[in-house]
T-cell receptor, first 115, second 114 residues
Framework: DAGITQSPRHKVTETGTPVTLRCHQTENHRYMYWYRQDPGHGLRLIHYSYGVKDTDKGEVSDGYSVSRSKTEDFLLTLESATSSQTSVYFC??????????????FGPGTRLTVL | AQTVTQSQPEMSVQEAETVTLSCTYDTSESDYYLFWYKQPPSRQMILVIRQEAYKQQNATENRFSVNFQKAAKSFSLKISDSQLGDAAMYFCAYRSGGNEKLTFGTGTRLTIIP
C-alpha cells in the first residue's frame, strides 16, 4: 500500500470554525490532491499540488485553501466551515510526469461533519 | 470540460456470474486515460484497471476487463466469475493526457447475491 495517511480520520465541528485536514505521504510523489466525496457526485477535485508551494484549483475550490511547504505534506483548510462542507475528504498522490496514465493512490479518507 | 457518466446507480449479480458496468465520457481530446476504481465498504479507493486511449486493445486484469469503444466514448467494465469480495462502489474516471487531474463519474454500487 502506498504510504499515505490522513489526519484526523473523523472530525465534528461547528459552523464558522476553521478546520485543517492533513495529508502525509512517504512516497516522495510530486503530485498531491484533495477530493471530496458526496452521495450522487462521486469524487470531485478541490485543489491539487504539483510541487512544493505549487498549487492549483480544482472544480470545487470555493471555501477551501491549501498549502504545501514540504513534499510530504499537503494541508487542506476550511477557513470558516459550513454545513455544505460536510463530506468525506480524500487525499491522493501520484508520480506525475511524462509517462502518463499514472495511478493516483488514495488515502483512507477523513469524515468531516459540520454542525 | 470533460464529463463522465455512470447511468447505473446500482447493479446486482449472482455470485459466479458476469456483470457489466457502464461508463460514458465526453471529451474533444485524443490523448487521455480511463480508469475504473473500486471502493469497498472500508472506503479505500483501489485501482481496478486502466486504459490508454491510444491503445486499441482492451485492458484486462484477471477477472476484470474493459470494453473500450473510442468512437462511442464508452468504457464499460466487465467482471467475470463475480465474488462476494467484488461488492463495492465502482467509479469510472477520466484523465486528460495533458494534466494529472481525474474526473470521476457518480459511481455504481454493485451487490453480489450469494
Amino acid at each position: 500500500d502506498a504510504g499515505i495517511t490522513q489526519s484526523p480520520r473523523h472530525k465534528v465541528t461547528e459552523t464558522g470554525t476553521p478546520v485543517t485536514l492533513r495529508c502525509h505521504q512517504t512516497e516522495n510523489h510530486r503530485y498531491m490532491y484533495w477530493y471530496r466525496q458526496d452521495p450522487g457526485h462521486g469524487l470531485r477535485l478541490i485543489h491539487y499540488s504539483y510541487g512544493v508551494k505549487d498549487t492549483d484549483k480544482g472544480e470545487v475550490s470555493d471555501g477551501y485553501s491549501v498549502s504545501r511547504s514540504k513534499t510530504e505534506d499537503f494541508l487542506l483548510t476550511l477557513e470558516s466551515a459550513t454545513s455544505s462542507q460536510t463530506s468525506v475528504y480524500f487525499c491522493a498522490i501520484s508520480e506525475g510526469g511524462l509517462a502518463g496514465g499514472n495511478e493516483q493512490f488514495f488515502g483512507p479518507g477523513t469524515r468531516l461533519t459540520v454542525l | 470540460a470533460q464529463t463522465v457518466t455512470q447511468s447505473q446507480p446500482e447493479m446486482s449479480v449472482q455470485e459466479a456470474e458476469t456483470v457489466t458496468l457502464s461508463c460514458t465520457y465526453d471529451t474533444s481530446e485524443s490523448d487521455y486515460y480511463l480508469f475504473w476504481y473500486k471502493q469497498p465498504p472500508s472506503r479505500q479507493m483501489i485501482l481496478v484497471i486502466r486504459q490508454e486511449a491510444y491503445k486499441q486493445q482492451n485492458a484486462t486484469e484477471n477477472r476484470f476487463s474493459v470494453n473500450f469503444q473510442k468512437a462511442a466514448k464508452s468504457f464499460s467494465l466487465k467482471i467475470s466469475d463475480s465474488q462476494l469480495g467484488d461488492a463495492a462502489m465502482y467509479f469510472c474516471a477520466y484523465r486528460s493526457g495533458g494534466n494529472e487531474k481525474l474526473t470521476f463519474g457518480t459511481g455504481t454500487r454493485l451487490t453480489i447475491i450469494p
